[in-house]
């Protein structure tokens, strides 16, 4: 029947050619040239079009390897049919090989893989992810991966609206911790990975000990240190010039030992938990501000350094006392610190439209771009010889952002080198409280 169809013209034409041939009339007899060109053109018309049909067939149909016998043109076309055809079919062979391997891999590794469509339903889980999570496959295909995970900030997570990783216990084992991890993809949905680090967790949490422990037990011998340096330094042996140096470096550096175990117990509270809503409060930041600029006011007076403040004195925010001491503390002593005499330091705090920002802009020396990554470490210093000779413990700006992310917030840090530095700690905008100004006050 399909070649039927493509035959169909010539046959027609080939009908009319009797019909001439009976007629008697000399006007029938005029047109009959024109009848066998216009035969000899569908003839060569059906031709291709049979040839054409017999590629499409051929092409078509997957389980002919060879092309069918062709003449002309078209014995070049099915030629260059036969080669493409195999060079996908090697390809495809190629890629299935390489599904199957990248299967294999994935169902063999010990991290959860699951990969999830745009409105978050499971296409796809590893074996892993069918014993950590409790899954039934392929039965709980097409469902949302959040129906078994019940957790806390997953459905923004799993949406990509939340945080880019994300801890919770195991549901087959509550004291397994898995970490999430979502990478979008390009044709929509996503792939979620989780990675067991309990083990981590649990050296972490040594460490944290640990540090706490020994920070807690140096406390109670170094203020008997200092307790006995000062009693030394009051009596006459201190008036001995040799012996009075060596007790007031003794003491310098007794009071820097203490700096550094109280920073590493605030810090040890800090990685320890959230904040607790109990303990907070609504703080005025600029009056924190005030104060601290107050206590620094001999270092800033003795470096003739300009402080320009942008703070919003009605705005609020909730948080732990000791908390927003830390930042505040830790980024202005930082400013001045690290400021050359007679530059300016600008300090601002207010509300943008989503987020509130507190900003310590100084014009010292900058930082290095290749440190700016590792600056919020913990003793990381930028530059050693400096950092000793003005002092610091090196955990100032780790106890910032740590302080800053118990509260879901982020500390920012943006440098030039020759031109200062800017440290910017943005909080969620719902920690904001609006204080009006008190009349008596004005």
């Not at 001439?20 to 291709?48: C, E, K, M, N, T």
Request: proline share 6%.
């Amino acid at each position: 029947m399909r070649y039927l169809r493509a035959w169909f013209s010539p046959i027609a034409l080939w009908a009319l050619i009797p019909i001439f041939l009976a007629a008697d009339d000399l006007r029938a007899w005029s047109y009959l040239p024109l009848v066998v060109i216009a035969f000899l053109l569908a003839l060569w018309v059906g031709w291709h079009r049979q040839q054409s049909q017999s590629f499409s067939a051929w092409f078509r149909n997957p389980n002919t390897l060879l092309p069918p016998l062709a003449g002309g043109m078209w014995e070049e076309t099915f030629a260059e049919g036969y080669h493409w055809r195999r060079d996908q079919e090697a390809q495809h062979r190629q890629l299935s090989a390489q599904i199957v391997q990248l299967r294999d891999a994935l169902q063999a590794m010990p991290d959860v893989v699951v990969l999830m469509d745009e409105r978050g339903q499971l296409l796809w889980v590893n074996p892993s992810g069918i014993r950590l999570l409790q899954l039934q496959w392929p039965d709980d295909a097409g469902k949302p991966l959040a129906f078994w995970l019940r957790t806390p900030h997953l459905r923004a997570f799993l949406a990509g609206e939340g945080p880019p990783t994300l801890q919770l216990p195991a549901p087959a084992d509550a004291q397994q911790i898995l970490e999430g991890m979502r990478y979008p993809l390009a044709d929509a949905g996503a792939l979620v990975i989780f990675r067991d680090v309990t083990r981590i967790r649990q050296l972490e949490q040594v460490r944290q000990d640990f540090v706490a422990n020994v920070s807690h037990e140096l406390r109670s011998p170094l203020t008997v240190v200092r307790g006995f340096l000062e009693n030394m330094l009051d009596s006459p042996l201190a008036a001995d010039d040799e012996v009075g140096s060596q007790l007031r470096l003794m003491e310098q550096q007794a009071l820097r030992m203490q700096s550094l175990v109280e920073d590493l117990l605030s810090l040890a509270r800090m990685e320890a938990a959230e904040a607790n809503p109990e303990h907070c409060e609504t703080l005025m930041l600029a009056d924190m501000v005030h104060n601290t600029l107050d206590a620094m006011s001999p270092a800033v007076v003795q470096k003739r350094l300009q402080i320009d403040t942008a703070l919003d004195a009605n705005l609020g925010i909730v948080a732990e006392t000791i908390d927003l001491t830390s930042i505040v503390r830790n980024l202005l002593e930082n400013a001045v610190k690290y400021s050359p005499a007679e530059r300016a330091i600008r300090v601002r705090w207010e509300r943008c439209s989503d987020h509130l920002r507190f900003v310590v802009q100084d014009t010292g020396d900058g930082i290095a771009a290749e440190h700016l990554q590792r600056i919020t470490e913990r003793f990381y210093r930028v530059d050693k010889g400096r950092s000793r000779r003005v002092g610091g413990t090196g955990l100032g700006l780790a106890i910032v952002r740590h302080a800053v992310e118990r509260y879901q917030g982020h500390l920012e840090v943006t440098s030039e080198v020759g031109k200062g530095s800017t440290f910017t700690v943005v909080f969620p905008l719902h920690l904001a409280r609006s204080i009006p100004p008190n009349p008596a006050a004005s």
